[in-house]
């Protein structure tokens, strides 16, 4: 009886998600650009994202944690509508989220974890990256110091991680305007 019930929750929720064509037609991209909260909201109001998910990119060891992710950025893996913004568009996007000349993090955020990073699945997201880091140097006039990586493992951060900006706004606020983002992304951005 068990069994029969599990498997018929188990079609139905293949059903419904075969149903919706608008999640079939969604792709994601990760990026690290320093603090995941930052990150992650910058994304999640841009048109066209889905949905923005603060976690650790890139590393290899099983089950990182906020306490130990070595070998891990700190990243946000971006769900999209391709058909409302190209990939092209959100690397855009990120560039004009971070300092992307520096080498030991990002703004206040320093460390390895905190190192910038663009992960590619396929050779055509690639081939956007570097033209978009090229098309940076040239603009900035300045070495980028963003890497071009394979996609890998992503691990969504814990529960606390997510949404941050959102529910805990003044903490977070807090944080933003200590930490100098605005105005050095200003600085370097012009807006």
Not at 66 to 91: F, I, M, R
Not at 97 to 106: E, L, R, V
Not at 135 to 163: C, G, W
Request: aromatic share 12%; hydrophobic share 35%; with cysteine.
């Amino acid at each position: 009886m068990k069994t029969k019930l599990l498997s018929a929750i188990a079609a139905a929720a293949v059903f419904a998600g075969a149903a919706d064509p608008a999640l079939a037609a969604t792709k994601t991209a990760v990026f690290a650009g320093g603090c995941f909260w930052s990150m992650e909201k910058a994304f999640e109001h841009e048109p066209g994202v889905v949905e923005a998910v603060s976690g650790y990119g890139g590393g290899s060891r099983p089950n990182p944690t906020y306490d130990n992710h070595e070998g891990y950025l700190e990243s946000v893996k971006v769900t999209y509508d391709p058909a409302k913004v190209s990939y092209a568009q959100l690397v855009d996007y990120y560039y004009h989220s971070i300092d992307p000349t520096d080498p030991t993090g990002q703004i206040c955020d320093k460390g390895p974890s905190y190192r910038l990073a663009v992960f590619v699945s396929t050779p055509e997201e690639r081939q956007v990256a570097e033209a978009e880091r090229v098309k940076i140097e040239k603009q900035l006039n300045a070495k980028v110091t963003v890497q071009t990586r394979p996609a890998s493992s992503f691990v969504a951060a814990e529960a606390y991680h997510q949404d941050f900006a959102r529910r805990n706004p003044a903490y977070y606020q807090r944080y933003y305007e200590g930490c100098g983002r605005e105005r050095a992304l200003k600085a370097i951005w012009g807006r």
